[in-house]
């Protein structure tokens, strides 16, 4: 029996150990491209030159073209340099330009797509009636269209409006995307309605209720989504290709990929400070991110 | 879930004429207001350019404004550009969305079980999610490069190399990227839900002495159903993204078969060709809105005697 019993134990151990062992193969299979990147920017432009400079030869035509010798691909560098680094930030200007570009055009949609989500994410909670789940269903539909669908009626409004190649032509549509309404009516939806009936029958007044009880139940959930539309926004490539014809006008998530070949350590360096931000957001906000996923599953409720 | 609140707001029924009365009646009106902003912004850029779209689409030009009815949709389902895309884009769909679903659950299933580190690896699974498609591309090209480490490590067994990025094997870069990308959000989907299985029914079917098969196949994928769909869903919607990761792996003009929907969108768009785009954006809406009702009935009759 009791031979039985540790067999059995050693048997879960082993299915375990297994387990663990697939788990972290895995691990070191998603967290390589990352830290490869990370690693590659701290190497001086001499060593990526001579580790891979025939990578991103190109042609007359433009076209990448391939010599037939060998890539070494190195996960630690010979020598720690932060020349890269030096170069991006105090002697190439347009990369740094590139990122404040992100920058601009990212931070406003954030907050004002969250401002006026919060808004009409409480009114179609309040009263709730038949027209508003009509509309509310539409505003599903529309979030669950792909850019190839919105981004046509997006041109034509933004043509009509005078705005095409400006800021305002992605950030209109961007504040005003359904998404964050979706999620934060969702979240309010399940605000007790006796916690607002009560304050209504104590004389509190819709912007009270709003202000002084909404608000402060979802802040979780406002970070959640928060974090959800930065980082959306923060690997935009469709919208500024269609929307802007100006490349100076680009984030850096399109300008990154026109490397010329002589800059591929500076790519780089380049690459992995634009990481960084969402990096930071991720290490603070992990678990508003994991919340605000699990809350947009349950699509039907 | 939530029509559980569905009178929110509506409770309360004084006399008619009462304070409280008036004081709901007020209520509602201004609840419209705090909806007004989004509603103003999104019948502005969404919902009446969409359907000036439908008209375009049914015009000759915007100038000339004469019915030709379907000639448009003739004229984009014959252009061979517009069937290589569509071609692809579906292919893309059909094979990286199942193995999409496929493995984030399998993942889940991994994290369920009493690991060390789970919270490690789960840091792990999602951080893709965060990093810009931008910044890998450029690690992305030296490992698929064509004497590069994945070549290398195929070599190992034998196999010739392959030009990864220029031939038919495009397609396998892309989806190991897409991949790659997507697991860890719906990985985090599955834990949620396989986490919100009542823990007594997987003690009675194992008491009852349940093989874990049994477990998996009578229970879990019940509780699962409308989470499987949700994830098939996001899933679907994000394989319509991967243009992203195609365009900034190989520009504008990429390989045949990793010419996708976005593609030949872009290009009609560097036409201003209003028509094509039209027809080719309401013809994509028509089959979104076809797979995501199949998808929603497909749900209703497998997990209806579950209400999750």
Redesign the interface.
Known sequence: MKKRKRRKVRRMFL??AM??L???C??V???M??V??VT?SFMASSEISSN?G???ATTDTGGKT?I????N?KFIPDMVSFSQYITVLFKSPEYLFKFWNSVILVVPIVVFQLA??S??A???????GKL?EV?FF??I??M??????????????SEWLNILDTKWAIW??G??S?FA?FMLT?YM??????V??AA??DGAG?WQI?KSICMPLCKGALCSVAILIF?DY??M??QP??LLSDPEMHP???F??K?NEGE?GL??AV??I??VP??L??LYG?DY??EG??Y?????? | MGFRNRKAGNGIKGNKGSKLNRQVRKGKKISWGYLFPSLAGVLLFFVLPFLVVIYYSLVDNPINREFVFLDNFVRVATNKAFQQAAFNTLKFSVVAVPLAVILSLLLAMMLDYKIPFRSQFRTAFLSPMMVPVASIILIWQVLFHYNGIVNDFIGLFGADKIDWLKSSHAQVVIVILFLWKNLGYNMILFMAALGSIPKDILEVAILESATPFQIFWHIKIRYLSSTILFVTIMSLINSFKVFREIYLLTGNYPYDTIYMMQHFMNNAFAQLDYQKLSAAAIMMSIVMVIIIGILFLTENYFGRDVEG
């Open positions: 299915k375990v387990i663990t697939i788990a972290a895995f691990a299979l998603f967290l491209p990352i490869l990147t590659n891979y025939q990578v991103f391939y037939s010798e060998k890539v691909l006026v989500a808004g009409a409480y009114g179609f909670t309040r009263f709730r508003k509309i539409v505003y539909i529309l669950l269209m792909p850019y190839q669908v919105t981004l046509v009626p997006n041109y034509l409004v209109l549509p504040i005003f359904p309404v969702k939806r399940r605000i007790p309605a006796s607002m009936e209504q029958i819709e709003f980082i923060w690997n490539v469709e290709l269609i850096l998530s399109v990154l990929s490397i591929i790519a780089f690459a992995t634009y990481m969402p990096i957001v991720f992990e991110l994991v996923i699990t947009q599953g349950g699509i039907k409720g």
